[in-house]
């Protein structure tokens, strides 16, 4: 993933959608972090400068008696891809083209897949 970071637009393209990976998960940040193999202070730069915001699904938040909990968009992924990295890159239904043609052309540049 060292040479995916080089290049900025490809590094965006690639953090939308893993964004847009995690929203459709249900996984806490911690999880879908570690499922993917995604430095988890990383992911949260990019969501921050991304979606300017700073909420996360199934949030760790001590000073809360609540925790929120959502259901997955989707039960099922239309494809899933086994990198060479040995990381696995899940695309849901309904997921973006563009970014997705984007995460994969940077993908490929980076020798991953």
């Known amino acids: ?14 953090w939308r959608m893993a964004i847009e990976t995690w929203q459709a998960s249900g996984l806490s940040v911690r999880q ?3 499922n993917e193999g995604l430095s ?3 992911f ?11 909420t996360e699904q199934g949030s760790d938040d001590k000073s809360s008696a609540f925790i929120e909990v959502s259901m997955p ?5 239309a494809i899933e891809l086994l990198l060479t990295s040995g990381n696995t890159l899940r695309v849901y239904s309904g997921t973006d083209s ?3 043609s984007n995460v994969l052309s940077a993908l ?3 020798g991953l897949c």
Do not use: N
Request: aromatic share 12%.
């Open 1 to 14: 993933m060292g040479r995916v970071r080089e290049c900025v637009g490809d590094q965006e393209q690639f």
């Open 108 to 110: 490929r540049q980076a």
């Open 32 to 34: 879908f972090c570690l």
């Open 98 to 100: 563009t970014i997705l």
């Open 44 to 54: 949260y730069i990019w969501r921050k400068k991304l979606t300017g915001g700073d």
């Open 40 to 42: 988890e202070p990383s």
């Open 73 to 77: 968009k989707s039960d099922h992924f």
